[in-house]
């Protein structure tokens, strides 16, 4: 007589709770599995994201002293072109 005052609901509920009780431990392990996975990736995730800023630093770093150096060339070049003009100026006022 107690099993035809069930409804479905709570025989579905019951069922449920009995094989939650079952499988417990398993649940507990997956857990504990997905939580060790999210802490390996945070760690990966924060590694390389130092890598990266230590990339884009040196990237940076040679960068500004390539185009020092450039500037330096072109500032050389443009005086040797003018130096030579002057030469060759004078050399013609001769």
């Known amino acids: 007589m107690e099993n035809e005052t069930k409804t479905p609901v709570s025989g579905f509920a019951d069922v449920f709770l009995s094989k939650?009780?079952?499988?417990?431990?398993?649940?507990l392990l997956m857990l504990g599995v997905i939580y060790y996975q999210h802490r390996l990736m945070e760690e990966r995730v924060a590694f390389?994201?130092?890598?990266?800023d230590k990339k884009e630093a040196y990237i940076e770093q040679t960068t500004a002293a390539d185009k020092q150096i450039l500037l330096d060339r072109i500032k050389y070049l443009q005086d040797k072109t003018d130096q030579y003009a002057q030469d060759a100026i004078d050399e013609l006022k001769k």
């Open 20 to 27: 939650l009780k079952e499988q417990s431990f398993v649940i």
């Open 48 to 52: 390389w994201m130092e890598e990266h």
